[in-house]
């Protein structure tokens, strides 16, 4: 008993860190990222490409995602397309860079989204370096969609000052704005919100349907706060108190079952032919019935 | 028959009688039509996973999964649907068999019967969702567990070689129709990118209608008299239960188990029989309402995928079907093993062992699996008087066609097994009443059968629109 309960306690310690990565499969995960990038959710399909990315790094013509399902994975150029309409042109050409370096994923993908952004960095005026100060951001709600919170505060102003510090047209269904610090805005836990314009905005979107949007320095990772430890980190995963109490009661179930079947029946198990006692008891509601029955059957049918 | 082969089957063939007759009143045809039960395997459906030998536990990655292991339900991102049909061609052979109702034995010349049929075995609907963030997969399905239908004949002469009593006729003619039903639905959930967890709940729902006439008559035939013995038995079987299952899985290596759980079914039977033999036993008519104990099924297995086109997959599973017994309710068929209708039952539990492989090649957008496996089945039957087993060993070959939506998979499967068997083949014995057969022999079963898949999946966008149209809102 003592080994069963070790046994249980280990998987305990071993799975439920298994249940909180909040992740999906590289496919679900690249698959998410491709339909939010068709909807126009961009910020939405840039998390689930990195995802995918986190989970598998290499670019592919085909690749097994379950069952005999193959896809062609080209996670970097995707990414990329997603990135210039979030104005993060930086990022996107690092993608794009990635993307080339793969020497899988299509030119012809690749050469669009380079054209494109070109021409989003000639439409882009050049402004003055702006000195480091409190990050500020627009509050936008209710959020059209939700997008993973920010978890990192600004460690720096980066180097193009639009990127951080400027503030975000209201649009047209929502509440004016509010200038708050990043700080405030943890306090009041609201979330970073699509769309946002970009800086470019007077450029025509990459990807047909996209929504022009303007990035924010939060919003462009889902990666967590850093500087706690990996324990913290999983442990500020939303959905972790709640898996690993599952996964507890399954393994503990589990384990219960196993002793059930492998030791419990195995004490209690009757000998070949007979019936297990347990099953006996749960029938004898019914028996006196059917007893009855049965002794009065061979009258009524005239056999006896 | 050589007089050789006859001393070799003595020494098991006579401690038959005495002491191994079952209760007076018993649905005897459910003993004769397990003569030739070959498919009493608690089983999945799918030629895809039929083509690695049924070894899918571990996989169950496509529609069919529930019918193997709930948990991989949870592998599915795209709405599935699925439809599984099977062809199979069974040839008994028996040879060697004497009639041991008299001494010295009498001879009984070979025999061949043979039964085909093409029937559906599975159909599904499967509808991935999200909840929590992680893959949710819904799934409703029917499966054709054991189909028991039979439809058999025999032609066969007794002789005895010493040539002193005359040589008879015996003629039998088996029909069965009916299945045993699995109605499921399910849902698997993945809680982790590696490990998934399923459950189905599943309706049993059996019917089966069981005819046979024996007819024995001396020769020359047209002008001597026939004796038979005729029996007609319905029976019914309705229960639900519970299966579980947990799914590991990582790029290289899958890990899987299942259990199915037992359950107490409702079992009625009614039989009337016929027979114009001298000293007929066989009760006119015998109805049985009873609770019968179904045994609990487990299982685990392994898949190893070393490239992403090739893939191993190796299954356990235990069924244990000597506790399949009819609970006590004060009745002739109180703690009766359901196969052999015995108390002292020799039915053993049967434990599978399953292995296959895979092999994908591309042809343009086109995927092409093939796929080898092999496999060892045991039925939950041992001869009452031999006390063998049948066992069926056997192969598997598939291939497929996957093209964008759309899997055709196609499986071959052959099995056969061989043992020392005994059969109900003269009506006198039938007549008897006593349940034990006197004619005893070797028995060889060959299995064809022919499995194809259909499966088609469709885009998510489809799905959730008719789900939101359903749930949410009219348009």
Known sequence: MALLRAGCAAAILVVAPLAAQNQTTFGQAYEEGLAAQKRGDHAIAVAALRRALELRPQSSARVLTYGNNFTSYYPQVYLAESLLALGKLDEAARALEASAKSKVEPSSLREKAELRLKELRAARKPEPVRKPEPATMPIQAPPATVLPAPQEPPKKAPEVAPKNTEHIPVEKTQQPSQQLTYQDREKQQVPATKPIIPAASSAAPLVSGSVPIRETASSSSPTPTSGQGPLAEVSRQPSYLTFTLALAAIVAALGGLGYWIFLGRQKRRPKRGQINQRTVAMSQPISAELMSRLQHLPTDLGLS | ?475
């Not at chain 2, 089966?208 to 008559?217: A, I, L």
């Not at chain 2, 006593?434 to 799905?463: C, K, Y």
Request: aromatic letters at 12%; a neutral charge.
């Open chain 2, 1 to 475: 028959m050589p007089r050789a082969s006859i001393k070799s089957l003595i020494p098991w063939a006579f401690p038959a009688c005495f002491g191994l007759a079952l209760p007076a009143q018993v649905p005897l045809g459910l003993l004769i039509s397990q003569q030739s039960r070959t498919a009493f395997t608690v089983q999945g459906a799918g030629a895809r996973a039929e083509g690695i030998g049924g070894a899918f536990t571990a996989v169950a990655d496509d529609a069919t999964a529930v019918s193997f292991n709930p948990a991989g339900l949870g592998q599915l991102l795209q709405p599935e649907i699925s439809l599984v049909g099977m062809t199979y061609r069974r040839e008994l052979d028996n040879r060697n068999f004497i009639s041991t109702d008299q001494i010295p034995p009498l001879n009984l010349s070979d025999s061949l019967a043979r039964d085909q049929r093409s029937l559906p075995t599975f159909a599904s609907v499967s509808v991935p969702t999200k909840f929590l963030g992680k893959n949710l997969v819904f799934q409703l399905s029917w499966q054709r567990v054991f189909d028991l239908g039979q439809d058999t004949k025999q032609a066969i002469q007794e002789t005895d070689p010493a040539g002193i009593i005359p040589a008879k006729f015996l003629a039998q003619h088996i029909r069965q129709k009916g299945q045993v039903d699995v109605w499921s639905a399910a849902a698997a959930y993945d809680f982790s990118p590696r490990f998934l967890v399923g459950v189905s709940f599943n309706s049993w729902r059996g019917l089966w209608n069981f005819q046979s006439k024996s007819d024995e008559s001396l020769l020359p035939l047209p002008n001597s008299e026939t004796e038979f013995a005729q029996i007609q038995e319905d029976d019914r079987l309705q229960g639900s239960n519970w299966n579980i299952g947990v799914l590991w899985r990582s790029e290289m290596l899958n890990v899987g188990a299942v259990y199915r759980g037992s359950f107490a079914a409702r079992f009625n039977s009614r039989m009337t029989a016929q027979s114009n033999v001298e000293g007929n036993q066989l009760p006119a008519l015998f109805t049985a309402s009873y609770q019968l104990h179904w045994p609990e099924t487990y299982g685990a297995g392994l898949a190893f995928r070393p490239h992403q086109q090739w893939l191993f997959a190796l299954d356990w599973t235990r069924t244990r079907w000597s506790q399949a017994a009819f609970i006590p309710q004060g009745g002739g068929l109180d703690n009766l093993n359901f196969f052999d209708l015995r108390a002292e039952s020799q039915t053993p539990d049967a434990e599978t062992l399953r292995f296959g492989m895979e092999y994908l090649l591309f042809a343009g957008n086109s995927v092409i699996p093939l796929r080898v496996g092999a496999f060892k089945e045991p039925q939950p039957t041992a001869d009452s008087i031999s006390g063998e087993g049948r066992v069926f060993r056997g192969y598997t070959l598939g291939i497929g066609w996957k093209v964008r939506a759309l899997s055709v998979d196609l499986a071959y499967r052959f099995s056969q097994g061989s043992r020392r068997a005994s059969q109900f083949l003269e009506a006198d014995e039938i007549a008897s009443g006593r349940g034990v057969a006197t004619s005893r022999g070797q028995e060889n079963i060959h299995d064809h059968r022919v499995f194809l898949s259909f499966n088609f999946r469709f885009g998510n966008e489809g799905a959730n629109r008719l789900l939101r149209w359903f749930f949410v809102q009219g348009n």
